[in-house]
């Protein structure tokens, strides 16, 4: 049985291309993931999504295996990459359990991902996951959010407004709860879609997300067989401190 729920998580999901509305432009992760890759070997790319890394990698000449849970990303993907002429091999797979026929010099996984492994025996299997098809002194590099308890201390309630691929505006009214003994916080979401001044829909979803705090990640990465290169506080490659906003992982397989 599989020991990842995040099959469970997947309502912000939903709506591949207003994922890519909303996300498709950021690329300050992939001018980090580039300073690493190597050309002519095959580098995996966990939780792809709709392709945003693995599409513009393939147009640079790298070699990309895409693996996500989601199938609705993952055809958005296919349709994405066959738009831009690219050939890249989409796996839908469970990351706890990946069964990709290759071992590759580079895995990375993006987009804070990691917080959808919300058990430590999940956090454990994708690591092993991953490292089972790295090769020797082979990278994995990802991000999660950094637990800054300022913010998760109280629950937080605030609207955030934005247009849809449609020119649809749409409000939405969040509210996420942090648990303190499982490290997770439970957002919900009510958004309504107004055309012009009239209301035409009501949604809402919710998403799960696991925080890891810096020395835990540090002692996780270990006892799964990882060395920590780099820890950064962005992917600016700022200091990871207690103020940054994320934490950014470079580990390679310790043998």
Known sequence: ????????????????????????????????????????????????????LTIPMAKRGFQLIGVDLHEGMLERAKQKAKEHSVSIEFLKQDCTELAIPVKSELVFMTGNSFQHFLTNEAQDALLQSVRHHLVDDGLFIFDTRNPLLDELAAIDEYEQTYSDKSGNQIIEFHRDEYNSMTQILHCHTERQIYQGETLISKEQDGISLRYSFPLEMERMLKENGFEILQAYGDWDKNELNTKSISMVYVCKTEK
């Open 1 to 52: 049985m599989s020991r990842n729920v995040f099959e469970e998580n997947f309502e912000k999901y939903a709506d591949p291309e207003m994922y890519d509305h909303l996300y498709e432009g950021y690329q300050k992760d992939l001018n980090v993931i580039l300073e690493w890759a190597k050309p002519n070997q095959p580098i995996i790319e966990l939780a792809c999504g709709t392709g945003r």
